[in-house]
């Protein structure tokens, strides 16, 4: 089924020059961008966004972090995307991430683990709401779909 997701560089995946790196893996793999862009989350999006993770320990080194310098925020689209989106990142703790994958290939802590991606549809549905307005997401045909689904 295709699907849309929401997925964010964090400020160390910009900041160690990774956006290049992260996007064009997206885009091999054969995902579509609907969405992008570059902007500095103020501390009440920060708050939105990760509403799931107040009162946990590790929340306001969370808030410091991701509002720490510039994102790069995507909605991506595809078959099975989210999922498929989020297998590519690897898991939270780059140090049980696979190669292969992005945080097992670029990171070494959880708390720098360079980029978010929704982890459900509902979650998605709320995280590219909650970034983007739905002028900012364009419906455009990649000549090459009749060569990544049949
Ligand atoms: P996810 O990003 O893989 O979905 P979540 O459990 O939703 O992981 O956590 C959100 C983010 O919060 C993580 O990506 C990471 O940046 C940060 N985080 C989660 N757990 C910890 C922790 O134990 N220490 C420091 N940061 C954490
Ligand atoms: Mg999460």
Redesign the pocket.
Known sequence: MIERTFVMI?PDGVKRGLAGEIVSRFESRGIKICAMKMMRIQKELAERH?A??KG???FD??LG?ITSGPVICMVLEGDNVISIARTM?G??NPQDADPGTIRGDLAMQ??R?II??S?SSESAKREIELFFNDYEILKYDKPDEPWIYE
Do not use: A, C, Q, V
């Open positions: 964090k990760y799931e993770h946990k320990s590790f080194p969370l972090y990142m898991r939270t959880t708390g683990n978010h991606g982890d």
